[in-house]
């Protein structure tokens, strides 16, 4: 399987613990995006990297979140301190610099309790 | 005023139906327009891509973009029950922006 693919594709911690999530894109994908999908809307965009920059964050992003891409191949989210508003579905999607269509991954679902 | 509006459905339709699906939105700056197809609990899956405005064609979908009215739409021709899914639009500005910014999605359910 040559698609995205994010890894784990659940997860279910309790209030105040940090999670992390991983992802790999389609590899000679050199964007690299972070959205979060709560239930009956769309995804929202969270933070983008080229190549191993990050070149732009939503004011969605909390101090409580950090995303990493240390040799631009895959990516990981880290959520700190989770809060039950933190539950939702988190998307990774991939693209070529060239191009504007993003590939989505299958998301990781998070439940904080 | 959201950046981009899409009725939420739900649309019911029986098996064989034309389908039309439709956002409008606010930033002219938006050159670029996708449409996702979204099964329960799955990533979206691109369906549709389209630069600017024009009609592009992909068997049985058809994107439409009309810039002036800032107003898209996705027909689907001969539905089948498979192609029952949340269809979300998205669109960005390209060089000035590249975040996808999002519909809420449309849930399409076609009944055999």
């Known amino acids: 399987d040559t698609g995205v693919s994010q890894d784990p594709r659940h997860k279910i911690t309790k209030r105040g613990q940090n999670v992390t999530f991983r992802c790999d894109p389609i590899?000679?994908?050199?964007?690299l995006y972070w959205y979060r999908q709560t239930l009956g809307q769309g995804p929202e965009f969270l933070t983008y990297f080229q190549n191993e920059a990050q070149l732009e964050k939503s004011r969605l992003l909390s101090d409580r979140f950090s995303a990493e891409r240390p040799k631009g191949s895959f990516s990981t989210l880290e959520i700190q301190r989770t809060e039950q508003g933190d539950s939702a579905m988190y998307l990774c999607a991939s693209s070529l610099a060239s191009t504007e269509t993003q590939y989505f991954g299958p998301g990781t679902r998070l439940l904080v309790l | 005023q959201k950046e981009v509006e899409q009725d939420p459905g739900p649309l019911s339709v029986p098996e064989g139906a034309i389908v039309s699906l439709n956002c409008t939105y606010s930033n002219s700056a938006f050159q670029y327009f996708m449409w996702y197809r979204q099964y329960s609990r799955k990533g979206p899956e691109l369906l549709m891509y389209t630069y600017s405005s024009g009609n592009k064609e992909d068997g049985r979908f058809t994107a439409q973009v009309d810039k002036s009215s800032k107003y898209i739409s996705l027909f689907i021709r001969d539905s089948q029950p498979s192609d029952s899914a949340t269809y979300l639009c998205?669109?960005?500005?390209?060089?000035?922006?590249?975040?996808?910014?999002f519909g809420k999605g449309t849930t399409l359910s076609v009944s055999s």
């Open positions: 590899s000679e994908h050199n964007r």
């Open positions: 998205a669109m960005s500005a390209g060089q000035a922006g590249t975040a996808l910014i």
